[in-house]
């Protein structure tokens, strides 16, 4: 090993931690993969954005037990990866069961996932529904299938959560889901909205988790590929052209090319919201905004 590759690797166990397995020191996901110092800079930058985003959400409590959604993404496996990284590393106390919802699309190859998951020894839960027939039952033609479909899933995924006794659902929404999510419901839906860290569901019973929200996609594509997972396209999804958030990312991506580390200054904004600065009277006491005698009398 190079000496950069020796300081490289000792500075991402001082940046997470000694492992406690004593399995190779690796957890099996990360037994073979690449060796350069590229690599293992991006993993580091991946781990730490996620513990700094873990822990400023106050997300683990120790003994928890979290359902991991799996979709065959690269963002859910790379999400997978990185938690069970963690995990192994004695820095995150929870459990962690995989999940992935199979919604009945055509041609989904159902041995994929399942196959990744044992191979590497990761409990999971593979659960059909098939979502995919009352989505294109439901939907009129030329319409886009994706928010009956993400309803569908995510009412499936609390079901399964509450089954298996876990208090947390993890997803792995990244920075720029979250930028688009902001430009979507700022041009489309008139309101200031993004997607939090960590959020609770409507009754209340179970926690939403994204520790992967302040990470960019690119640097997910990048792992994603190093990491050589077995992705699985979305069909259904996929198939559908002009959608909004495509239209949206696309701003976005032609915006950062033009000004290069726009994206990170944006999500910077959106952790530094001045109440008093908006025009919204429910975040901010506007009536009762006056000035004082002594003020006036100086």
Request: hydrophobic fraction near 40%; glycine fraction near 8%; aromatic fraction near 6%.
């Amino acid at each position: 090993m190079l000496e950069e590759d020796r300081r490289d690797a000792a500075d991402l166990t001082d940046e997470v931690g000694e492992p406690e397995s004593d399995a190779g020191g690796v957890h099996p996901l990360f037994r073979d993969v690449p060796s350069s110092v590229g690599f293992k800079k991006l993993r580091k930058r991946l781990l730490r954005e996620m513990r700094e985003t873990i822990t400023q959400c106050a997300m683990a409590r120790p003994g928890a037990r979290w359902l991991v959604g799996i979709s065959g993404g690269k963002d859910s496996y790379a999400l997978l990866a990185l938690l069970h990284d963690l995990k192994w590393r004695g820095l995150l106390p929870v459990d962690l069961l995989a999940c992935n919802l199979d919604q009945g699309q055509p041609n989904f190859p159902k041995h994929v996932l399942p196959d990744f998951l044992t191979r590497f020894g990761i409990v999971h839960r593979i659960e059909y529904r098939d979502t995919y027939s009352v989505v294109t039952e439901k939907v009129p033609e030329g319409a886009t299938y994706c928010a009956l479909c993400s309803r569908l899933r995510r009412g499936n995924l609390y079901r399964i959560a509450r089954e298996e006794g876990c208090e947390a659902l993890v997803l792995g929404h990244h920075r720029d889901d979250c930028l688009e999510t902001f430009f979507m419901n700022l041009f489309h839906g008139g309101r200031l909205s993004a997607m939090p860290g960590k959020l609770l569901n409507d009754d209340g019973d179970l926690l939403v988790l994204r520790p992967l929200i302040r990470s960019a996609e690119e640097d997910i594509a990048k792992f994603s590929a190093a990491m050589a997972f077995p992705i699985i396209p979305c069909d259904l999804c996929g198939s559908q052209d002009g959608l909004q958030r495509n239209v949206t990312k696309q701003m976005l991506a032609d915006l950062e090319q033009r000004f290069p580390g726009r994206k990170q200054v944006m999500m910077r904004a959106l952790s530094n919201v001045r109440a008093g600065h908006l025009l919204d009277p429910s975040l901010f006491d506007f009536a009762s905004l006056s000035p004082s005698s002594e003020s006036r009398d100086s």
